[in-house]
């Protein structure tokens, strides 16, 4: 893969995504929120790439499975409404079909079309494949991390705007009660990520979004959730039950001895 053909695909990607706006100003905020974090995966996936010291060649591949990785997305909500996969149908599903629709790969080698189209395919399954080699997990794992890093940054942000514009689309319809599902707390306690059948409330996604701290994998994804202190902004919008401590504790706990900092 050459730098060029990147380059002509963010290309592809931002005319690609014009075309999904509307004169609708609220349909387009969902539009917007999904382009900027895109590139802000992007950002985050050549942040770990070069903590990691990862070949030019790789970080092409990279940032090509980042800015592809959420190209399901637009038409997802082009034609659903919605965001959210259990009410639609699988956004990575969709954007294979987009990929190979739009024969955005062709120019690639068979190699490298594969890598792409695997962490696509996975980058929001809840259990990684088994019977893939390494290098294809190595991949999947680094755009899971990037894509984390900003889902974490999305909705805190959102969540500090939240009085001025809510949005239910970011919220995947939740209710916003006071209080936390016991069976999403005593997956946080036994260090696990929580499955999101088990949510009930808004409270629970967030603390879900807690427990992604278990599903990172690199030293340097650990060390920007820290910095970036995005567990302690999550803590800080939950109720401040011993029971509620307790759980975020073992993902804080977590997050210090895998970035080193212990």
Known sequence: MKKSELIHLKNW?????????????????????????????CDNIVMLGKSL?????????????ALLHDIGRFKQYAVYGTFKDMDSKNHATLGLQQIGMHKILNVFSKY???????????HNVAVLPKAEDEKT????????????LDIWKVFIDYYNEREKNPNPTIELGL???????????QTLKECKTVRINDLKTLNDFKLL????????????S????????????????????KEVKEAVKQAHDHVIRCSGEF
């Not at 690609?16 to 995966?41: F, P």
């Not at 490298?112 to 996975?122: D, H, I, N, Q």
Request: net charge negative; hydrophobic share 45%.
């Open 13 to 41: 990607f931002a005319d690609y995504v014009s075309g999904y706006y509307t004169a609708d100003s609220e349909y387009n905020r969902a539009i917007s929120l999904k382009e900027e974090h895109t590139k802000r995966v």
């Open 53 to 65: 010291d990862i070949s030019e060649q790789e970080m092409l591949l990279a940032e090509t499975m």
């Open 112 to 122: 490298e079309k594969r890598l792409v189209a695997k962490a696509v395919a996975y």
């Open 137 to 148: 997990l190595f991949f999947i794992r680094l755009l899971r991390d990037a894509d984390k």
């Open 175 to 185: 209710p916003d009660e006071p209080v936390c599902s016991p069976q999403v707390l």
């Open 209 to 220: 979004l807690i427990g992604w701290a278990f599903d990172l994998n690199f030293v340097p």
């Open 222 to 241: 650990f060390q920007a959730l820290q910095n970036r202190k995005y567990i302690e902004q999550l803590a800080s919008i939950l109720p401040q039950s």
